[in-house]
């Protein structure tokens, strides 16, 4: 054990310590300047956004695993080949800050805090899912994280609503709202965007753009897929959703540009969903095979990652693989407690429908069924 110990030193010693990189430059809509055109990252940087990413692509193929032989059931939205997006976003920003999305929900509870165990425990209806087994695969919550979205687009009102509070209250604290392609053209949007201008909010308008909304591409469903450009007086950026470097760099600015006071921006990511809408979805009656196996060959965020980092001496292909096998250890252990945790009791039925508020009754499926409401 101790020379193994004195190798793996010596090793590390033959790392850069950072590197830089020429990142893809954004498109830009109604701005002068936009995001930089290079990114220095450090090693602990490019392990920790590896460690991430890898471990939401495991969690995700686990689920998947799950759905199959009907552990999970009911509705469930995978987020693999869209990491750099959530792990990119969570770098850019403060704990502090805050966060609201739709229903493909997975990736961002995870990088806002939520154990891997508490999230699969969740997808399986259990006791100790971080909603206690009542929120399932969409409804997923954690400190200055607002879910987890059924609704198509209605966490975007509700995002600028955050955003009002953050201003309300003074605090230096930042709203990214998102919401997918699909979403993009509806009403409650461009009214959102509306009030957001007027009042200056500090909210990040995000458009995750991957390409198809459920079974419809972006070019059937959108007159102009230039979503960055649909704030019309609100400035917007276009950037490679596949790259978390790019993605880091623009929540970056755009964070600043709402945290100076100038008001809201519009953030467009461009990014590539493997699975199928949901997992309802078998993803290739609108799209070939072909598609996605190139989109993996050449876009895939997590080799991309991996790539730099071993052509920049920022990491080994042997110390990536042993990350990968300890993610997957964690994934095997948290698929094994979501699988023997206990579900909720009945009783738990109609708890923590208000926040500290004396119990009530609540009625049951008949007049004679009650159930206790405890806060």
Same mark, same amino acid.
């Given at each position: 054990v101790?020379?193994?110990?004195?190798?793996?030193?010596? *090793?590390y010693?033959?790392?850069?310590?950072?590197?830089?990189?020429?990142?893809?430059?954004?498109?830009l809509h109604?701005?002068?300047?936009?995001?930089?055109?290079?990114?220095?990252?450090t090693?602990?940087?490019?392990?920790h956004y590896?460690r991430?990413?890898?471990t939401?692509? @495991?969690?995700?193929?686990?689920?998947?695993?799950?759905y199959?032989?009907?552990?999970?059931?009911?509705?469930?939205?995978?987020y693999?080949?869209?990491e750099?997006?959530c792990?990119g976003?969570?770098?850019?920003?403060? !704990?502090?800050?805050?966060l609201?999305?739709?229903?493909?929900a997975?990736g961002?509870a995870?990088?806002?805090g939520t154990?891997?165990?508490e999230i699969?425990? $969740? &997808?399986?209806?259990?006791?100790g899912?971080c909603?206690k087994?009542k929120?399932g695969s969409?409804h997923?919550?954690?400190h *200055?994280f607002?879910?987890?979205n059924?609704?198509?687009?209605?966490?975007?009102? &509700?995002?600028?609503?955050i955003?009002l509070?953050?201003?309300?209250?003074?605090?230096?604290?930042?709203?990214?709202?998102l919401?997918?392609?699909?979403?993009?053209?509806?009403g409650?949007?461009?009214e959102?965007?509306? +009030?957001?201008?007027l009042?200056?909010?500090?909210?990040?308008f995000?458009c995750e753009?991957?390409?198809?909304?459920m079974g419809?591409?972006v070019?059937?469903?959108a007159a102009s897929?230039?979503y960055?450009k649909r704030?019309d007086?609100i400035?917007?950026?276009r950037?490679d959703g596949m790259?978390i470097?790019?993605?880091?760099?623009a929540?970056?600015f755009?964070?600043?540009?709402? @945290?100076?006071?100038?008001?809201?921006?519009l +953030?467009e990511?461009?990014?590539?969903?493997?699975?199928?809408?949901? +997992?309802?979805?078998?993803?290739?009656?609108y799209?070939? @095979?072909?598609e996605i196996q190139?989109?993996?060959?050449?876009?895939? !965020?997590?080799t991309?990652?991996k790539?730099?980092m071993?052509?920049n001496s920022?990491?080994?292909?042997?110390? &990536?693989k $042993?990350?990968?096998?300890e993610v997957?250890?964690?994934i $095997?252990e948290?698929?094994?407690?979501?699988t023997t945790?206990? $579900?909720p009791?009945l009783?738990e039925?109609? *708890?923590?429908?208000?926040?500290?508020?004396?119990p009530?009754?609540?009625?049951? !499926?008949?007049?004679w069924?009650k159930y206790?409401?405890?806060?």
């Open positions: 101790v020379s193994r110990v004195v190798v793996a030193s010596r *090793n010693a033959d790392f850069a310590s950072e590197a830089t990189f020429d990142i893809k430059k954004c498109d109604r701005l002068e300047e936009g995001p930089p055109v290079t990114a220095v990252l090693r602990e940087e490019g392990l590896y991430t990413m890898q939401i692509r @495991r969690m995700e193929l686990k689920s998947d695993q799950l199959k032989q009907k552990i999970i059931r009911g509705f469930c939205h995978l693999d080949g869209q750099a997006c792990v976003l969570e770098a850019a920003i403060n !704990p502090t800050d805050h609201i999305t739709a229903y493909r997975h961002y995870y990088t806002r154990a891997v165990r699969l425990a $969740e &997808l399986t209806g259990r006791k899912g909603a087994g929120g969409m997923m919550y954690a *200055n607002y879910g987890g059924g609704i198509v687009g209605a966490q975007v009102p &509700l995002g600028a609503g955003a509070a953050c201003k309300y209250f003074g605090k230096d604290e930042i709203c990214l709202t919401y997918g392609d699909g979403a993009a053209n509806q409650q949007i461009f959102t965007y509306n +009030m957001a201008a009042w200056k909010l500090p909210c990040i995000i753009n991957n390409r198809y909304g419809t591409s070019e059937r469903a897929t230039d960055y704030g007086y400035p917007g950026i950037v790259d470097l790019c993605v880091r760099e929540t970056k755009a964070a600043e540009h709402c @945290r100076s006071g100038k008001g809201p921006m +953030m990511l461009q990014t590539y969903r493997y699975h199928g809408h949901s +997992m309802s979805d078998p993803g290739i009656s799209r070939t @095979r072909e190139e989109v993996r060959s050449k876009s895939d !965020p997590i991309l990652l790539d730099r071993v052509n920022l990491s080994s292909v042997e110390e &990536l $042993e990350i990968d096998v997957r250890k964690e $095997e948290a698929a094994q407690f979501a945790d206990p $579900e009791p009783e039925l109609g *708890n923590h429908i208000y926040k500290n508020e004396p009530f009754e609540v009625r049951g !499926p008949s007049q069924i206790k409401s405890v806060g």
